[in-house]
């Protein structure tokens, strides 16, 4: 069975202060890894795709990569309004996407 | 260019009763897939609906049923609604054969309350 962790649940920043969220996964025929950003209420806003490992996307203050195991987004002087919760998910060879639980992300000014 | 609209986006409903839950996918988009969100945790996959047809389930019971027009709109239907299920319901459109065909993109959701 697909599985995915995130790590940590929750972490509280200083604006500026970078740091990295962590995904672990197993995935049967993974075709893709994926990252997105939830605010509260709202559905999952779409920020990268990553296919094969070694492979990193950058995205303003947001940069993700790949290994064989396991998916960093590192973020980088990071801004009150990244606060949010980042859900990572994979996407495999039975086309549904597996999804973590998320990380509640809070950066505070 | 509109993105993946749900409707309606809040619902309230009573145990025993069904509800039918509705999206359109981004424009060019021929994949719709719902996800089941419960607070505090990630979506969790219902089904994919692909040329009409569902193409893959999850791990939820017959109660769950939904439909693919062939304008690649769907519907999600839910019968003898029970506490539990109460949720925010997702919908997703991916663009099928072109681009990777796998990236899939969110509506806002409906948030459903079952009392």
């Known amino acids: 069975e697909d599985q995915v962790t995130q790590s940590p649940e929750a972490l509280r920043l200083q604006e500026g202060e970078s740091s990295s969220l962590n995904c672990s996964y197993t995935?049967?025929?993974?075709?893709?890894l994926f990252w997105y950003r939830q605010d509260p209420g709202k559905g999952p806003e779409f920020l990268f795709t990553?296919?094969?490992a070694g492979e990193e996307k950058e995205k303003e203050r947001l940069k993700a990569t790949l290994t064989k195991k396991e998916s960093f987004l590192h973020i980088t002087a990071p801004k009150p309004e990244d606060s949010a919760t980042y859900l990572c998910?994979?996407?495999?060879?039975?086309?549904?996407?597996?999804f973590g639980k998320g990380t509640l992300l809070t950066v505070n000014p | 260019d509109a993105g993946v609209t749900q409707s309606p986006t809040h619902l309230i409903k009573t145990r025993g009763q069904q509800v039918t839950l509705r999206c359109s996918p981004k424009?060019?988009?021929?994949?719709v897939s719902w996800y089941q969100q419960a607070l505090g945790q990630g979506p969790q996959f219902i089904f994919q609906?692909?040329?009409?047809?569902?193409?893959q389930r999850g791990n939820f019971p017959d109660r769950f049923s939904g439909h693919q027009f062939p304008n690649y709109s769907s519907e999600l239907n839910v019968n003898a609604l029970w506490l539990g299920d109460s949720a925010l319901y997702l919908c997703?459109?991916?663009?099928?054969?072109?681009?990777?065909?796998?990236?899939?993109?969110f509506g806002a959701g409906t948030r459903l309350s079952v009392l």
């Open positions: 997703a459109s991916s663009p099928g054969g072109q681009g990777d065909g796998i990236t899939q993109y």
């Open positions: 995935v049967s025929g993974l075709r893709g």
């Open positions: 990553l296919y094969s």
């Open positions: 998910a994979g996407g495999g060879s039975n086309y549904k996407l597996t």
């Open positions: 424009s060019g988009h021929d994949t």
């Open positions: 609906y692909y040329e009409e047809e569902e193409r």
